[in-house]
């Protein structure tokens, strides 16, 4: 049996499970999340709680099992609570700012970067070196940090770009005299 699978999900209050036939959809007080679910994967939903049922031990089954059952919890936690990512731009005269519902970026290059996040996710500067990505799509969050990351990645040897707070850079020594 699934570690992941077999633990049921539990449904707080104030959120709207609705499932008709393989559509899945969840409503909360940060919005509402829509998922098809595998037809072979089988959900209850009973007093409070949300459980997946595989109907075999075959290996694409209980793959699924965990899968499908990680995927629920996430919609579930993400309009109750929401999921957040945390960017920090380190070097000098690299910065953000908001404008509109984007952000413009100033990362070293001869021009600024505009980015427009997706529907469902927004972004807040706290200060100029600090982006945080908010949302209650986890895969949309995820997916949104990554693309302003990959504007500017940190480099190993100065450490300047965009990384995830408290992401580890890896750092190499620069050039030796010669001998």
């Known amino acids: 049996m699934s570690r992941i699978g ?16 393989t559509n899945l959809t969840v409503k909360g007080p940060n919005g509402e999340l829509a998922m098809d679910v595998h ?37 579930v936690a993400g309009v109750t609570e929401g999921f957040s990512k945390t960017l920090e731009i380190v070097g000098v005269g690299y910065r953000a700012e908001v404008k509109g519902r984007g952000i413009v970026l100033s990362l070293g290059y001869s021009h600024t970067i505009d980015y427009q996040p997706v529907d469902g996710v927004s972004i807040e500067v706290p200060n100029q070196t600090t982006v945080v990505v908010k949302g209650a799509d986890k895969q949309k969050v995820g997916q949104t940090a990554a693309e302003i990351r990959g504007f500017r990645p940190p480099e190993p040897y100065k450490g300047k770009g965009v990384r995830y707070q408290g992401e580890q850079i890896r750092r190499k020594a620069g050039k030796t005299a010669g001998s």
């Open 6 to 21: 077999k633990l049921p999900v539990a449904v707080p209050k104030g959120v709207d499970v609705k499932l008709d036939g």
């Open 39 to 75: 037809p072979e994967m089988h959900l209850t939903v009973e007093d409070g709680e949300m459980r997946v049922e595989r109907p075999s031990e075959q290996k694409n089954h209980r793959a699924l099992h965990g899968l499908t059952r990680s995927l629920i919890a996430n919609m």
